[in-house]
């Protein structure tokens, strides 16, 4: 048995899988619930009901509505909050926040209101007279997979590698392998918009499209990806890896995927406000749309299928004008945007 307690910040899917991770390990949890009535049904009853039904959570972890409870006193803090209230939950913690404490943050997402990833966004609001060792974790990792304890692979980032290789060793089983790297923008980049190219995927198949066209929805998105990552300070192999084109392939082509879902039922005509109202879980690519569509406009990278994405999204574009749009774009060289990359390479 471990000493160390870990504070989990994040009851969904995904948290749930993580804390239960770590708990198996021998590592006591504190898990923050944001819903009083979940917080309970996780004491009595040892199960997520609302997020991750028909899995017995271990006894290592502990659930509090308090982040109090959570935060304080502990080294290394997990965040697994949705993006558009990763803001408000942080400025929670961070009374509580131990000077120079460990945030992983297993967030994917882009802030709406300043286009901030979530490194961002801590970066933004933290006293000037405390200090965080940011990390963040990401790939191709389906929570109801990873707590079935199926062969799972992901990357967690660090700009510190003492620190990478620190929550390397604290997450890594026989099921769970992560590799390290220092790429943190090029890592939440990927995370966040692989969700929006998972939304066209999803429009596509619910349209009735065949592979050919999923094929080139995801070969193109990735080319988006790897453009506005490059822009920002991301190094181009990062989305050759498992948080680029390894979460990209999941996302686009898993039936678990949420914002796959999403995509599939606007393409066969469903409103999204009825999609979300029927949802109990967050798709975070209908927020991060509008997130990564003004960002590219911001830096000046033509993103055209994420571009698209979001005008169905929130300027009521038909999804099948999109496609013709996206077809009859001007004929191009394929690697006509990838000069930048290339350029980089090669130095």
Known sequence: MKDEIIGVVGAGSWGTSIAQLLAEKGYRVRLWVYEP????IIREKRENTYYLPGYRLNSNIESYTDIEQVVR????????????????????????????????????????ETLLTMEGVWK?????????RFSCIAGPSFAKE???????????????????????????????????SEDVVGLELAGAIKNVI?????????????????????????????RLGVRLGAHP???????????????????????????????QGKKLETILSEMRMVAEGVKTAKSVYFLAKKVGVEMPI??????????????????????TRALKHELEHHREIIMRNQC
């Open 37 to 40: 009535e979940l917080c309970e």
């Open 73 to 112: 006193g502990r080294q290394l803090i997990v965040m697994v909050v949705p993006s558009h209230v990763y803001r408000s939950v942080a400025l929670r913690m961070i009374p509580f926040m131990e000077d120079s404490v460990i945030v992983v943050s297993a967030t994917k997402g882009i802030e709406n």
């Open 124 to 132: 933004d609001i933290l006293p000037v007279n405390k200090r965080l």
């Open 146 to 180: 990873v707590i079935r304890k199926i062969p799972t692979a992901v990357t967690v980032a660090s700009h510190e590698e003492e620190i990478a290789r620190k929550v390397q060793r604290l997450f890594a089983t026989d099921y769970f392998r992560v590799y390290t």
């Open 198 to 226: 998972a939304i066209a995927a999803g429009m596509c198949d619910g349209m009735g499209f065949g592979h050919n066209t999923r094929a080139a929805l995801i070969t193109r998105g990735l080319a988006e990806m790897a």
């Open 237 to 267: 192999l990062t989305f050759s890896g498992l948080a680029g084109i390894g979460d990209l392939l999941l996302t686009c082509t898993g039936d678990l995927s949420r914002n796959r879902t999403v995509g599939y039922l606007i393409g």
């Open 306 to 327: 994420c571009e698209q994405v979001y005008l169905i999204l929130y300027e009521n574009q038909d999804p099948r004008e999109a496609v013709k749009t996206l077809m």
